[in-house]
Nanobody, 118 residues
Framework: QVQLVESGGGLVQPGGSLRLSCVAP????????MGWYRQAPGKQRELVAV???????NYADSVKGRFTISRDNAQNTVYLQMNSLNPEDTAVYYC????????????WGQGTQVTVSS
């Protein structure tokens, strides 16, 4: 059972910042494309940001310029720095590890709640 462990969610006021962390097993982290997704109540899960090994990144248009994804290969950890948060960012945030071989293997964390409210 592959386990991705997320942390860092919570309640923050509009305009505030949070940093999410996700630790993955080394055997997965070293070959995976790591990403963050989110799901707001009544909505589908959506991609927030993804980072491939190295520094290649991709962001949803709604978070560009505000969120930054990064990875620490020595710590098997991926981060999501979230700045200028607004109520529309309220959601459960999920860490994802994806490995593309003959098929795609996808692993998920348990999710961490981010609430932006005054």
């Amino acid at each position: 059972q592959v386990q991705l462990v997320e942390s860092g969610g919570g309640l923050v006021q509009p305009g505030g910042s949070l940093r999410l962390s996700c630790v993955a097993p080394r055997i997965i982290f070293s070959v995976a494309e790591m990403g963050w997704y989110r799901q707001a109540p009544g909505k589908q899960r959506e991609l927030v940001a993804v980072i491939i090994s190295g520094s290649s990144t991709n962001y949803a248009d709604s978070v560009k310029g505000r969120f930054t994804i990064s990875r620490d290969n020595a710590q098997n950890t991926v981060y999501l720095q979230m700045n200028s948060l607004n109520p529309e960012d309220t959601a459960v945030y999920y860490c994802n590890a994806q490995i593309r071989q003959s098929r795609v293997y996808s692993y998920w964390g348990q999710g961490t709640q981010v609430t932006v409210s005054s």
